[in-house]
């Protein structure tokens, strides 16, 4: 077995440090190595952005980086973002504008979301749509996840008041 | 999916990057991942040792030297899409950046490291070659400069050597040039199927497509046909026609021969007429 690397990542605020073997691929490392399977393998080949996080505030594909190329990064996957009670202002978007149905996307989705905003507080559809191009979602037909990530950005933007019309 | 194992080695300068390439003869370099860790998943790849040059500082970022922009080679597609130089002294970068896979390529994905594997289907060769870039190497025996026009040779192949890190692009700043990229994209991939850059100095216009063919390529009919000509919608129209011959072009399941063919004319038209602001 090649040699294994000592990595040092801060995950969601928490610092770890890990011996892996250098083909661990991120998506693998926090899963298997570090339990939170809250971000998911799609395709695992680098298309659907399922496995959507973020490494240094910068949305990323993990299945297409490896867990030791994010030494000395700081990582936030969607378990980082908000908890059951306190949902984050994209979390409560996909919730009230019903923007996922089987929620298998929606972990890549919110991270893919929470980038774009940071990026661009106020998209327009045809923005959030470019946006939002590396993720596959094969249930909603896009139409509510567009709603959700306008609700998220009104809300961040403190306006209450909903996108949608129904 | 896992790759086959191989040692990872982090470069911390462009020296040390190559006496590592000396060490591991059977290593790659790895800059954004964004074709190499794919094809190693799909076992297409197996090298015993990646070079992690991705970090290495000198090989980052944009900068203005005269008349001439400075690309180091692991700049990002993200930094080249916001660089307030290059939306100032080269629109047509950020402009073709934006749209390349989708934002979490770009985060990764290296200008660098797309021009060294030279997929027919990647964007920015069309770019290099309509802006007249000029490429640069570091090897074992010094430093040399690789014209854009000579620089790609086949497909995933290019002038680059055994041992040969890309490490700069360089740019003449063009002040006032009129330019843009159009792109068909891949209904699936994204990538190019066909993909013009048109770079319009004065009366001086030169035209590059992407996709078409085994590596990108000088649109040399247009070029001529249009050269010392004014942009209009007219002139643009006559000379987007048959630039050229499905014969010898790219052919798949997106597109067939005469397909292509005939994009390469549209997408020519669409950048022209978006350079002349028509
Ligand atoms: C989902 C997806 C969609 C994509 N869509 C597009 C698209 O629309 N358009 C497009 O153009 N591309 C697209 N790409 C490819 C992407 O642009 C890649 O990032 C790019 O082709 C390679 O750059 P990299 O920095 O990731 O290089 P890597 O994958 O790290 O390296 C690629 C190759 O170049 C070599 N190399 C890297 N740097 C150097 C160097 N400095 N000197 C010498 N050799 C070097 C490596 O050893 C390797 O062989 C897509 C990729 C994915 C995964
Ligand atoms: S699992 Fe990573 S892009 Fe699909
Ligand atoms: S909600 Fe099922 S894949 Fe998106």
Redesign the pocket.
Known sequence: MADKVHIKVVVNGVERHSEVEPRLLLVHYLRETLGLTGTHVGCDT??CGACTVHVDGQAVKSC?MFAVQADGSSVTTIEGLGSPGSLHPVQEGFWEMHGLQCGFCTPGMIMATVDLLNKNPNPSEAEIRHALE?NYCRCTGYHNIVRAVQYAADKMAGKVGVAADD | MYTSEFAYKKANSVAEALSLLQQHPDA???????????TMKLRLAAPSALID?SKVAE?RGVRKENDTLVIG??TT?HELETSNLLKAHCPLLPQAVY????PM?RA???I???L??A?P????PASMLALGAKIKAQGPNGTRVIEADDFFTGMFSTA?QEG????EIHIPILEGAKMAYAKF?HPA????VVGVAVVVDGGNVRAAVTGAGEHAMRLGKLEQALSGQPLTTANIAAACQGLLSPGNLNHDLAASREYRAHLVDVMAKRALMQAAGL
Do not use: F, N
């Not at chain 2, 040969?164 to 490490?167: C, G, M, N, Q, W």
């Not at chain 2, 991939?189 to 190019?192: K, L, M, V």
């Open positions: 680098s298309q297409t590396g | 790659k370099l790895l800059a954004g991942g964004h074709s190499l860790i794919p040059i090989l080679a692991m597609y749209l390349i896979g989708d390529v990764k994905g290296t660098g490291g797309s060294a594997h997929d289907a990647a964007d920015l680059l040969e890190i890309l490490t994209p991939s994204r990538y190019a």
